[in-house]
């Protein structure tokens, strides 16, 4: 794992799955590797309630009845579609679904607007239908494919990005579970097994790029991944994240907790500032997601580490948050200046502590931007 850039999660945590599966004796839908509470347990993490020799952390921070929900759907006959904003964290719930379901996350279509029919369902070796001719053999099956032949879960990213003739493909694979390959005189048809099901995402912010059809909405449950509001739980998402950021990067660098509070404090206020704007020029053009406010963290510890004194400053904060908030010319940086002024700089007075050097970074990086 250590030679992986990004490991998927059913390598990043196979030995904690490993145990979870062997001490595992509950009833197991299909195929699947560990029951649904423990693949509940696995995702949302261990209570001392649930009576195990060790602690499962939580992996992933939302409703229970969210998981639960979804898990639900992955058991049935239809297919499963997380929906939210950007960074609402859809697809690392998907790929932790998978992980413990069926140990494969990585069987996965991205939907653009040059994904096809053959993303899908099947392609085919060139050089080898020259040589031998059509056959299963010179086929290249799909992930989607791949999936149905394995009975584990297929998955696809950014559904609505795709287009209409690539939704319709998929709705026969939902509701007739096989796929057809006219090409073959014999063993033409490949069955899907049982434990094959379909997570999509979709961006909620692509409404009217290529909205799904109703026969194929009617194949899918939605859950929807609301942006996460509540301080404590967004907290526990950006430690956990800073400590596996951490590790990842081998930093003994020091986070202060004050730093963190003000990295919330700040998101807060925009999300405040964007409901309250009466246009879209008045808004930032960043969702505020809470992967955004991780990105900015990770640009601030890494430049810190790398040119800064080895800790977390709040001027590096604020550059860091500037940097990758002003997208726009010159609206997100007069947002941003606004932003500053009207409230860093009275509660930097009030409040000192770190706002002080917070707001003079911020002042230095939009002077540098403009």
């Known amino acids: 794992m250590s030679d992986l850039l990004r490991a998927p999660a059913e390598i990043k945590y196979a030995e904690e799955l490993d145990w979870l599966e062997s001490v595992d004796d509950s009833p197991k839908p299909f195929s699947w590797r560990l029951s649904p509470k423990m693949v509940r347990l ?135 579970k096989y796929i057809s390959v006219p090409e073959l005189d014999s063993d033409s048809i490949v069955f899907a097994q049982p434990g094959f099901s379909v997570i999509a995402t979709a961006n909620s912010r692509d409404r009217g790029v290529n909205d799904l059809s109703s026969a194929l909405k009617r194949r899918f449950n939605f859950v929807r991944i609301p942006v996460v509001t509540n301080k404590k739980s967004e907290a526990e998402i950006v430690r956990f994240r800073t400590k596996e950021l951490l590790r990842r990067h081998q930093l003994e660098l020091d986070v202060p907790p004050t730093l963190l509070d003000v990295l919330l404090q700040s998101f807060g206020d925009l999300r405040a500032a964007a409901a309250a704007a009466g246009s879209d020029d008045e808004k930032l053009e960043s969702a505020l997601s809470t992967a955004e406010q991780i990105g900015v963290l990770e640009d ?33 940086l007069a947002i941003l200046n606004k932003y500053l002024h009207g409230v860093v700089e009275p509660r930097s007075r009030e409040d000192g502590g770190p706002w002080p050097e917070f707001l003079e970074g911020g002042r230095d990086a939009i002077a540098t931007l403009s």
């Open 42 to 176: 696995f995702i949302l993490g261990s209570e001392r309630s649930d009576g195990l020799e060790r602690e499962i952390p939580q992996k992933w921070f939302g409703d229970r009845s969210l998981v639960e929900r979804s898990i639900v759907t992955l058991a049935s006959d239809r297919g499963l579609l997380l929906i939210g904003d950007p960074g609402t964290g859809k697809s690392w719930l998907a790929e932790l679904l998978s992980a413990a379901i069926c140990r494969s996350s990585t069987l996965v279509v991205q939907g653009t607007a040059g994904t096809t029919e053959d993303h899908i369902k099947y392609s085919w070796n060139v050089s080898m239908v020259i040589a031998k001719g059509q056959s299963r053999e010179s086929m290249i099956p799909s992930p989607i494919m791949t999936a149905m032949e394995t009975g584990a879960i297929g998955r696809f990213e950014e559904l609505t990005r795709s287009t209409s003739d690539v939704q319709d493909a998929l709705i026969s694979i939902l509701s007739e």
């Open 300 to 332: 601030a510890v890494l430049h810190s580490d790398f040119f800064g004194e080895r800790a977390l400053t709040a001027r590096a904060l604020a550059s860091s948050l500037v940097g990758s908030l002003a997208r726009r010319e010159p609206e997100d």
